[in-house]
């Protein structure tokens, strides 16, 4: 009972664990300078455009970016003449003109009375939209208009009114906003968030977006924070929901419209500086750089989604570093020091613990948040011993190999021929643990030495050595066996070793010797082989002939003997059921000369006969179109001559 009990604590803290450790606590990414010196070029050519909207969004994610504005004069300039054209000022470019009036600041000291005007008169309409009534209110509020007690009850009837009819994520979104504008007043649509936020989407665990992309997206979190802070209500939104939020608009730091760019801008910039749940980026500080013994540190960056530093003092812990693959823990507990000269930057001397070579997820604690970074430690190989020379290829000695030193090649020729084998054995060595290893990539390399000096390209043959047991890497090479590859060109080759790995600081390619291999002559079948291989490949990138479908040809058909007695065969009933109508004497006077009598055997004779001539030669569409056609007008006059024959029955 007691291990039953100890298994089942034991199954429930392992599920428990890990589930927490699926939990997103921390963002990866956060808004580089890279990502901003690309989103303010695509916002310049809005500041000089002509299209107010577009404007609009230049103005807006310039101060979402806190880029100065070098044209305010030339913008205030424009907003004026844009506020003046009485044909063209329409609610959406009053909003436009007021939303960039009060971000600018200084353009005069009353805005148009154009504009406020065609704000004032939307609210006032009885049949605003959502959006019209967005931008009324919105745009008042931009231009400080307080809106009277009577206006603001309007804009909640209406408001209530058109959401009762469509409650779409556009006009939830709406909806917020505007309420947040009317201060304690827009207290009844903060109960609305909930109805919002079930409708987002989950993607891979770790975004959070809503249906429409990112400008709903971007719209309605605006809303919601912007209501939040209004009433000052924390929003539904847990820790979580609020990362994979941030995650998914860190995720399109490429888009490439101004209005994209400024939705991106100003959701990132809200849940940064919102007063309730701010989501915290941990990362490595450069995702390129490898651990080694030059390069021991491991740094950190601890910064909000904006990449700017928290406000919030707290210390960095490294609370372990497991090796990927099997799991082995080297450390726990380990602080980071903060940077002298970045408040965003922790590093810690990762080789201090001596780790092996491969890839290692380090768990990272910063304040009440945690986050798994995963770096790459390189180790330095060292060739312990190489050996190369040849043996006789049936094995009946024992191989003459010559040491040779690392990096330094062999200074006397290697000769081989077709009754030898090439035969090379190296160890490789981890240069910190001394330690035997493995590498993903050993190649022995066999290129033409003549092709340097005449600076031809010559022929060149790559070889894998495989490890035994012991980590030897071993290569045999028949001189004979191999002729073919070489296309029997016997002369001097230069012989390479190329190591490398992801997890090696110095991959190497090392000219070991120059070997001079004697090839056997090749036998007249080898010869026409080697002709037939380089036809074929001297034609491969020519063009080839067009392939051209063909149906199956059709099956041979039986002899006509045979098939007109297997026709007579089908008619046989045919002619059984003549011969018994005359011997039981059918009653032909009493047929029914009526026009649907005669049509209705016509028609079901006709029938007949399509069959007979679909058999022969029509297809199935045109005999269903024929059939159709004969099909109703036999049915209809069968139907009226059995309708004759029971009234005449009836009669009698």
Known sequence: MNTLLALLITAITTTIHVSATEILQSTNSYLTMGDRVHLKKMLEPGLTSNDVAFVYYAVHGYTYLGETLSNKRDICDFLITAARDDNNITIEKAFYVASIWRTIGNCQTNPPSKVVQMLASTIEKENSSMMELYYAVNGLNALSEKLSRDRVDKVTKAVQSALRKDDNLWNLGYMFHIASDLGTNGAFAFDRIEDAII??????????????????????????????????KKPPLTSQQVVKVANYFLSRRSVQTPRGITSLLSALTTLANNDFERPICITLANEEISISSRQPLVTVKVCDILGTPLTNTFKVTANSATRVG???????????????????????????????????????????????????????????????????????????????????????????????????????????????????????????????????????????????????????????????????????????????????????????????????????????????????????????????????????????????????????????????????????????????????????????????????????????????????????????????????????
């Open 326 to 652: 099997d799991d082995v823990v080297i450390f726990s507990k380990q602080s980071l020091q903060a940077s002298p000269t970045d408040k965003t930057l922790f590093a810690m001397n990762f080789m201090e613990m001596k780790p092996e070579r491969g890839f290692y997820k380090i768990s990272i604690t910063a304040g009440p948040v945690t986050n798994t970074v995963t770096v790459k430690v390189l180790s330095e190989v060292v060739v312990d011993y190489m050996e190369i020379g040849t043996a006789d290829a049936d094995q009946t000695t024992q191989p003459k190999l010559t040491r040779v030193l690392f990096p330094d090649k062999w200074s006397q020729k290697i000769e081989a021929d077709s009754q030898q084998k090439l035969v090379m054995r190296f160890l490789l060595k981890d240069g910190a643990s001394k330690k035997p290893m493995r590498t993903h990539q050993a190649f022995v390399r066999l290129s033409s030495a003549s092709s340097l000096n005449d600076g031809k390209t010559g022929r060149e043959i790559i070889f894998v050595a495989e490890p035994d047991t012991s980590h030897i890497y071993k290569f045999d090479m028949p001189v004979g066996t191999a002729a073919m590859n070489f296309d029997y060109q016997s002369g001097d080759y230069n012989l390479e070793l190329i190591v490398g790995d992801a997890v090696l600081s110095n991959p190497f390619q090392w000219t070991v010797a120059t070997v001079s291999l004697k090839f056997p002559e090749p036998t007249s079948t080898e010869r026409a082989d080697k002709s037939v291989f380089y036809k074929y490949k001297s034609n491969v990138y020519t063009t080839q002939q067009e392939i051209k479908h063909m149906f199956r040809e059709p099956e041979k058909r039986p002899p006509a003997f045979v098939s007109n007695l297997f026709t007579g065969l089908c008619l046989a009933p045919v002619l059984l059921l003549l011969i018994l109508w005359a011997k039981l004497g059918v009653n032909i006077s009493n047929f029914p000369f009526s026009v649907s009598a005669v049509t209705f055997h016509l028609g079901l004779g006709s029938i007949f006969v399509l069959f007979g001539i679909f058999w022969l030669k029509l297809n199935m569409f045109v005999t269903l179109r024929y059939l159709l056609g004969l099909g109703v007008v036999t049915f209809l006059a069968g139907n009226k001559m059995l309708s004759r024959i029971a009234h005449k029955h009836k009669s009698r």
């Open 199 to 232: 409708q987002a989407d989950e993607v891979d665990g770790q975004y959070l977006q809503f249906e429409g992309g990112l400008s709903v997206t971007s719209f309605l979190v605006n809303g919601i924070f912007k209501l939040s802070n209004a009433l000052k």
